[in-house]
């Protein structure tokens, strides 16, 4: 298991699944209690706490990935500054050879 992983319980904590960083399923663990259950309750029980623990690893992903647009933005700030600055520098010395040409 690499990364970032999210682990959900279902709401009474009888299920518990883990999700990686690339979004997978990695584990899921049964309290003796959800043995216990019906079929048909413990499948709810499990898509329960999977669902949780996707959403929880989505909403990680998302941060992550603002927090690297919001990088990626600051960046191409400062990059259009120099630029600027770069292009304010050639343009006057396209201007002092032109002089020096007339």
């Known amino acids: 298991m690499g990364g970032?992983?999210?682990d959900e319980r279902?709401?009474?904590g009888l299920v518990t699944a883990d999700?990686?960083?690339?979004?997978?399923?990695e584990g899921l663990r049964l309290s003796?209690?959800?043995?216990?259950?019906?079929?048909?309750?413990?499948?709810?029980?499990?898509?329960s706490a999977v669902r949780a623990a996707q959403?929880?690893?989505?909403?990680?992903?998302?941060?992550?990935a603002r927090e690297g647009l919001?990088?990626?933005?600051?960046?191409l700030d400062e990059m259009e500054v120099q630029a600027e600055r770069a292009f304010g520098h050639l343009t006057s010395?396209?201007?002092?050879?032109?002089?020096?040409?007339?």
């Open 32 to 47: 003796p209690r959800a043995l216990r259950l019906g079929s048909e309750a413990l499948a709810e029980h499990i898509v």
């Open 19 to 25: 999700i990686g960083a690339d979004g997978l399923l």
């Open 10 to 12: 279902s709401l009474d």
């Open 4 to 6: 970032k992983s999210a």
């Open 93 to 102: 010395t396209l201007d002092e050879a032109l002089r020096r040409l007339e």
């Open 55 to 64: 959403q929880d690893q989505r909403d990680k992903t998302g941060e992550g």
């Open 70 to 75: 919001d990088t990626m933005v600051r960046r």
